[in-house]
């Protein structure tokens, strides 16, 4: 996107790097702890502010119920029904939607490594219809991913990628205005975005200009099964990560639809599998696409050339065949701004000149592969072996048209620290 020259620009904590987080807890005028019922009242529509707190309130209390473990405790914080009080539905934070005429709702959930098991999301994630961002590694939520096209509102986020992330300690407090907020394992980062936000425990924003729509699933770390929903790219999503997970399948067609918001993708460490989707290649506004140990198979397709702002692209320990894509190769040059390209543990035979002065350069690796003249690549029994079974995958095309985009400055190749991503980040619990 690069930087965006608007007012105000607000400094603020991110939760392991999420660049998503638009909303921050607050505690509304209309409730305090001292009007908490009893456990055994069941509050009413009349309890809440507004129908849509109320709407979220049975939906978490339906999600609290398949729980089968709080090691933490958490869900004992999950009654009553002051949902954005500070202590209060801990993992639950509130905004006001523009054009809602400031009426709080859910719009961020963070459970971020309380180990809570749950047989499933569906229901819960796919419910709360004002959430712009869903963080919730290391837990153990089974079953396959909920259907996302339904979450139609997404919070205006423009974000710098140049700017420098900052490691803060554990518990580390920085203040939101007026008063602090504790978070844990967090770093710092520059953002300008539309946020309700303002002195005390009110809330007053205004819009950002040149904004985009964003919304962040960060699900790292747990026990999700089964495929990517079909309609993934309807999603809006603009940080999808779901590494070390047992998702199965194709990455579905649709993922095309996410090239006008997607700006980081990391589903590492699954058992996805098929051949990589030509569609793929037209997410030009990508700057991080990590699908490295999973099962695909096939060319890597022409329409990779068309990612002009990925910067860390990774492929290892797959099946896929081939040539390397000299086009690809050339993306970490004046045609792009590609800093890593990881292609170790496949099966590709042949690399061109773009490709091998990346090899040279560091930028490339191709180790444990079937190339011939390079060092430390599969034995040749290995690649026959390989080579003999059948190929279900269409070949790569010499010719593609990449999305039409607007005109930018030629890329510059800038090797960044892993964590300055927001994917990455929440590698690192």
């Not at 069941?42 to 209390?61: C, G, H, M, T, W």
């Not at 209060?88 to 971020?112: E, H, M, Q």
């Not at 007053?204 to 929903?229: E, F, M, W």
Request: hydrophobic share 35%.
């Amino acid at each position: 996107m690069g930087n965006l020259h608007t007012s105000p620009s607000i400094f603020v904590l991110l939760c392991c790097c999420v660049a998503a987080i638009v909303a921050y807890p607050a505690r509304s005028e209309f409730l305090t702890h001292e009007n908490h019922l009893s456990v055994s009242y069941s509050p009413q529509p009349k309890d809440f502010p507004n129908e849509q707190l109320y709407r979220a309130y049975l939906v978490i209390q339906r999600f609290k119920g398949t729980i089968t473990s709080d090691p933490k405790n958490v869900t004992a914080t999950w009654t009553g029904n002051d949902l954005c009080g500070k202590t209060s539905y801990v993992g639950f934070y509130c905004g006001a939607p523009s054009g809602r005429d400031n009426k709080l709702t859910v719009t961020a959930v963070i459970l971020n490594g309380y180990n809570l098991h749950a047989p499933k999301l569906q229901g819960f994630l796919d419910q709360l219809p004002d959430l712009a961002l869903f963080h919730a590694a290391s837990n153990k939520f089974d079953s396959d991913i909920p259907r996302l096209a339904g979450l139609a509102y997404s919070y205006e986020l423009g974000v710098s990628k140049d700017m420098p992330a900052q490691a803060m300690r554990w518990g580390a407090t920085v203040n939101l205005g007026p008063a602090g907020a504790q978070l844990p394992n967090c770093i710092t980062a520059n953002l300008n975005f539309t946020v309700h936000i303002g002195s005390g425990d009110k809330k007053g924003g205004s819009n950002v200009p040149g904004a985009t729509d964003s919304k962040a699933l960060l699900l790292n770390y747990n026990s999700l099964s089964g495929p990517l929903p079909a309609n993934i790219g309807f999603s809006k999503l603009s940080y999808l990560a779901l590494a070390n997970n047992k998702l199965t399948g194709p990455i579905p067609s649709s993922i095309e639809h996410l090239q006008d918001s997607l700006f980081e993708m990391l589903l590492l460490n699954n058992q996805l599998s098929g051949c990589l989707p030509h569609e793929l290649g037209m997410l030009t506004k990508a700057a991080v696409i990590d699908a490295g140990m999973n099962q695909f198979t096939g060319p890597i397709p022409s329409s990779f050339a068309c990612l002009s702002s990925v910067e860390q692209l990774n492929l290892a320990g797959n099946s896929l065949y081939g040539q390397v894509p000299d086009a690809l190769c050339k993306l970490a040059g004046p045609a792009g701004r590609l800093a890593n390209l990881t292609l170790s543990g496949n099966y590709f035979t042949s690399v061109g000149p773009a490709c091998t002065e990346l090899i040279n350069d560091g930028v490339l690796d191709v180790k444990d592969n079937c190339i011939r003249g390079l060092a430390n690549q599969r034995r040749p029994a290995e690649c026959a072996a390989f080579q003999s079974q059948p190929k279900m995958c269409p070949a790569a095309t010499t010719q593609v048209t990449c999305p039409a985009t607007p005109a930018t400055v030629p890329g510059e190749r800038k090797v960044r620290d892993y964590s300055s991503y927001v994917t990455y980040a929440t590698l690192h619990e």
